[in-house]
């Protein structure tokens, strides 16, 4: 009971502070909490990255195979993405099977990453119809502070940039090559606080906000995937607000995950 | 969404701008409602929208299965998207997959937006769609078989859900893609319209498009939605002018 007295006080606050341009943490509407990337996390994976936005860590680690090609596309390798939000996390999760969240960050990262083409999948393949190469992205969300999908995405967008092929461990080649990481998409979350929109969403925003909307864009000028999630609407100009915040804030991000 | 290694890619666009069913880029494909089309249910209708076949049921408000669930201050939309084994060309493993489910949240999630859930504390709402024959925009036709469903069962809401995809193909921005046009196209982007307000409360997208040909698709998209809400409309008139009955009723 007192921890729904809190989350309404709460809820409250912010949105009043929203109305005057202000925001808990003191950052503006438009403002990311920090952002880092640490390539190479994990040494056990074939390429991996931590993530942070403020206090948010998402690890992301890829996994690279020998496998065998679908019949209908005997040409090209395959790709997975699967996000876990494990109970480490918050005290929010449980144990037991993927809540539909985790589901839907899961898809929305995948999503991107799949519409974006950021993979070639026709270069995974290693004999046509015979061998191919199977890349699964794993991510794990280990501090949950708000703004999953943003950071998970760019943990993994930052493994892929750093993994490399382990073709000597496969048998399959001398040397092992870096994956080709052909575009790079990014995904920018805001939510609603009233009549403001404001970008990475803390927990208590997206706990109190008036719906979430995620945009993923390239670094060619299109928007590759978007969702609305949580309870609360946006108009078309709202879209295409956040449409628009959404490159610039993208531009900086992925600067950010291929270390430059 | 070209996929990899596809062949015999369909002319999906003629040079005279006609579509693959000789659609208008701008042309709704035929939308039939029928409200009340099931006995059992405390609301219920059937879409059938192009060659998509969509049954959706409410039961409720009532008690909250699970009981952990429950909310002391609302009722709680809890929905349900399911495909059948039969509804696509190759059979589909029966079961909720993880695409059913996210469809599931982002669904449930905009009816949650617009029924005023204080109303009926400690309760569920539950909204199930059944998809018996699919051929691209299930969500949209399961979303809007639900909205009349839940008018049906007499929930209050703000308003009608209509819904509608957009997308890319051959280049041109479409209204209401087909299986064809989702398969080939370049970008399919759904989405669902609260009239009153002119707000969204579903909106996907995946694929490729600038930011000007985006903007062009929300204006399509709203005018489209605002065709199916006439339809929609025009199912419950029937369903509950006087003197007429529904077929669900007709039968007991």
């Known amino acids: 009971m007192s921890d729904e007295v809190t989350a309404e006080i709460l809820t409250t606050h912010l949105l009043e502070l929203a109305r005057a341009g202000k925001r808990l943490d003191g950052r503006g509407a438009d403002e990311y909490r920090p952002i880092h990337v640490e390539p190479g996390f994990v040494a056990s994976a074939d390429g991996s990255a931590l993530a942070t936005i403020g206090n948010t860590k998402v690890v992301s680690g890829v996994k690279l195979e020998i496998g065998k090609p679908y019949p209908d596309t005997p040409n090209a390798g395959t790709l997975t993405t699967n996000a876990e939000l494990v109970p480490l996390s918050s005290p929010t999760f449980e144990p037991g099977p993927p809540h539909p969240r985790a589901i839907e960050v899961s898809r929305v990262v995948d999503r991107a990453i799949r519409a974006a083409e950021t993979i070639d999948l026709k270069k995974l393949c290693v004999t046509p119809g015979e061998k191919n190469w199977t890349c699964f992205v794993d991510i794990h969300v280990i501090d949950h502070s708000g703004n999953l999908i943003d950071t998970a995405l760019l943990a993994a967008l930052t493994a892929l940039s750093h993994t490399v092929t382990p073709a000597k461990r496969f048998g399959v080649g001398e040397v092992d090559t870096p994956l080709v990481v052909e575009h790079f998409p990014v995904e920018c979350t805001f939510v609603r606080l009233g009549e403001t929109i404001v970008v990475d969403p803390s927990f208590d925003e997206e706990r109190a906000g008036q719906g979430r909307i995620t945009v993923a864009t390239d670094e060619v000028g299109n928007v590759v995937a978007m969702q609305k999630g949580l309870i609360g609407a946006f108009s078309p100009d709202d879209v295409r607000d956040v449409v628009d915040r959404a490159f610039r804030h993208g531009d900086r991000m992925r600067a950010i995950a291929r270390g430059n | 969404m070209g996929s990899v290694g596809a062949k015999d890619v369909p002319v999906l666009l003629t040079a005279d701008g006609k579509r693959i069913d000789g659609r208008r880029l701008d042309e709704l494909r035929p939308l039939k409602i029928t409200a009340g089309a099931l006995h059992a249910a405390d609301g219920s209708a059937f879409v059938e929208w192009g060659a998509n076949k969509v049954m959706a049921a409410v039961y409720g408000p009532r008690e909250v299965h699970p009981r952990h669930l429950q909310e002391n201050n609302k009722a709680i939309v809890q929905c349900r998207y399911n495909m059948a084994a039969f509804s696509v060309d190759e059979r589909k493993r029966p079961g909720l997959d993880r695409r059913s489910q996210e469809i599931s949240k ?14 009926y504390p400690r309760t569920s709402i539950d909204v199930y769609i059944e998809v018996l024959q699919a051929n691209a925009g299930t969500r949209c036709a399961g979303l809007v078989a639900a909205s009349v469903a839940l008018a049906d069962a007499g929930i209050p809401m703000v308003d009608l859900l209509p819904a509608v995809a957009v997308g890319k193909v051959a280049g041109e921005i479409v209204l209401d893609l087909k299986k064809e046009e989702d398969n080939y196209g370049e970008a399919d982007l759904p989405m669902a319209l609260v009239p009153q307000s002119g707000r969204l409360v579903l909106l996907q997208m995946e694929g490729h498009m600038t930011k000007a040909e985006l903007s062009k698709a929300l204006d399509l998209g709203v005018k489209g939605c605002q065709q199916v809400y006439e339809v929609m409309k025009d199912a419950l008139r029937s ?14």
């Open chain 2, 106 to 119: 982002v669904i449930g999630e905009a009816f949650e937006s617009v029924i005023f859930v204080e109303e």
């Open chain 2, 239 to 252: 369903r509950y002018a006087v003197g007429r009955s529904a077929p669900g009723e007709a039968a007991a």
